[in-house]
């Protein structure tokens, strides 16, 4: 990342240590989450090394709008809800090691699957295997009012992190303050239709193996094959072992998962028509809604996917705010390989 660039807009605070990872963390002028605040607060977890944990507890269920939802839950019933929301090809063990921190520090952690992953279902044969992004925010707003949680503080990366972007930006009443890795990710179809310079356009080459029935076909046949495949790419420097991987990629056996994320790419590129019923969703979110809850945005050094520099959406974040680059070989599972940072970065905005 190029600190020159980003000092023009964006003002540095200080840097300072979070557990074995660097972290550059800088606030827009006129934010007041500050990175002295962590620092001086008591109920920081204690230091814990990646790959500490490797279960969570026996998995529950729940019926939510369309699905029946499998989620682990940690902390106290009565603590401070903090919802956790994984992308592709993840699953919730991304935040086995987060899920701990956050309950001794006395949150109520929840952890769901998204549709096609892991044990959730569809409650209906009938529903349509829809992957578009709106339809994800609504299955976790369905979420929140099945557990009569009427706000909750939403954390996620990937598909997760643009689910907590679109919850936070159309339903802020719902939502007490964000963590979001890589940023802002709204999007609509008719911007994903916009060609992209060669370079960034490489980039995306599952997204154009995915439009074609070679690409459907190919992400069945080789689902894990594929998934370890865009962890090692999007995760250069993270050395996983088999069986942190193995963990993960059963969840990619649910029924519904192919369909799922194809359609969700297909849709992106305007290749997959979404549903009726989303349309005023989507409408709202074509403007590119600016999102007004505190927020801490986070990003590894060493991300291999696709992403923007902070700079380029700090201003669609109107409220508090902080970003934070967290260093030493992070990469795009940031939750999983720095749980000790994205722990922190929810414990501080849920002070804001």
Not at 116 to 126: E, I, K, P, Q
Not at 142 to 167: E, H, P, Y
Not at 168 to 194: D, F, H
Request: proline share 6%.
């Amino acid at each position: 990342m190029s600190t020159t660039k980003i000092a023009k807009e964006i003002d540095w605070r200080r840097r300072y240590f979070v557990g074995a990872a660097a972290v550059t963390a800088f606030t827009r002028l006129g934010g007041i989450i500050g990175a002295a605040n962590a620092q001086s607060s008591n109920t920081q977890p204690a230091p814990i090394k990646p790959g500490t944990n490797t279960s969570f507890a026996p998995l529950r269920h729940i019926a939510a709008g369309v699905l029946n939802v499998a989620y682990a839950e940690a902390g106290p019933a009565d603590g401070p809800p903090v919802i956790l929301l994984h992308g592709w090809p993840y699953d919730i063990y991304s935040f086995v090691d987060v899920a701990p921190l956050l309950a001794s520090a006395g949150f109520r952690v929840i952890v769901p699957y998204l549709r096609g992953y892991g044990a959730t279902r569809f409650l209906s044969n009938d529903t349509v295997r829809n992957g578009q992004p709106a339809a994800i925010a609504i299955d976790t707003i369905a979420f929140m009012d099945a557990l009569k949680i009427d706000k909750a503080l939403l954390a996620g990366f990937d598909w997760g992190a643009r689910t907590v972007n679109i919850v936070s930006a159309l339903w802020p009443e719902r939502c007490k303050a964000t963590v979001s890795v890589s940023g802002y990710l709204i999007g609509n179809q008719e911007a994903g239709k916009m060609p992209l310079p060669p370079s960034a356009e490489l980039q995306w080459w599952y997204q154009f193996y995915f439009a074609t029935e070679r690409g459907k076909v190919g992400y069945d046949k080789y689902r894990h094959d594929f998934s370890k495949l865009i962890w090692r790419l999007a995760s250069p420097k993270w050395a996983f072992d088999d069986a942190t991987f193995d963990r993960s990629a059963a969840s990619f056996d649910n029924a519904d998962h192919v369909a799922i994320v194809i359609h969700n790419y297909r849709w992106r590129l305007g290749l997959a028509e979404g549903e009726a019923k989303y349309d005023d969703v989507e409408k709202r979110l074509a403007v590119a809604p600016v999102i007004t809850v505190p927020t801490i945005t986070l990003e590894g050094d060493a991300n291999g996917a696709p992403h923007l520099e902070p700079s380029a959406y700090a201003k669609k974040f109107s409220g508090r705010y902080q970003h934070r680059t967290i260093t030493g070989g992070i990469g795009h599972n940031l939750p999983q390989e720095a749980p000790q940072a994205f722990a922190e970065a929810i414990i501080d905005v849920a002070k804001a």
